[in-house]
């Protein structure tokens, strides 16, 4: 991942969201939100990811990267929880909002690296193939990883949400509460 100032990475964000929610006929009114949940999904990956350093008042701080993995998967929890709240307000599934938010942080390159390192593997030299394995070994784990990251970050504030609502909904209708033992 390159480092970039955070408002580069939001407006890569932002633009990456509006094309796909463009792409997937979002209606006009709720556009502006989807492409504002996709800067912030990637605004916040790029934070989370890489390692910063500042300097304020002759003090430095900062923190240490925690890679692109949680990264990833910190951006897509942020959007969805951005989705759940926004769809409360503007009464439309949050999935219209979230999904188009969080394409932008799929792991196009490492799965592009992964398919043709193995679609390369009888081509490399035969000293050389066990290094090629483990780089598409890896490639594909990263991608793979991030994937799951992604699906676990949208899917979590839904899931919260809806628990919440029965919840809500059984409270007001007088219904008790199961307690887990």
Not at 95 to 110: H, K
Not at 159 to 169: D, E, G, I, L, S
Request: overall charge positive; charged content about 10%; some cysteine.
């Amino acid at each position: 991942m390159i480092d970039l100032p955070t408002p580069v990475y939001f407006a890569c964000g932002c633009a990456g969201a509006a094309g796909f929610g463009i792409l997937f006929n979002v209606p006009p009114r709720l556009l502006l939100v989807c492409v504002l949940g996709g800067g912030i999904a990637v605004a916040t990956r790029g934070l989370v990811a890489l390692d910063h350093t500042y300097a304020l008042f002759g003090h430095t701080f900062g923190w240490k990267g925690f890679g692109i993995e949680v990264g990833a998967t910190v951006g897509a929890l942020v959007a969805g929880v951005w989705g759940v709240l926004w769809s409360h307000k503007l009464r439309t599934p949050s999935s219209v909002l979230s999904v188009p938010a969080v394409i932008p942080l799929v792991p196009g390159v490492f799965s592009y690296k992964a398919l043709m390192n193995l679609v390369n593997i009888n081509h490399v030299n035969p000293t050389e193939r066990q290094a090629a394995l483990v780089a598409t070994f890896e490639y594909g784990l990263k991608a793979l990883i991030i994937i799951i990251g992604i699906t676990l970050g949208v899917t979590l504030p839904r899931m919260v949400n809806r628990w919440m609502m029965k919840r809500q909904a059984a409270r007001a209708a007088g219904v008790p509460l199961k307690v887990a033992h």
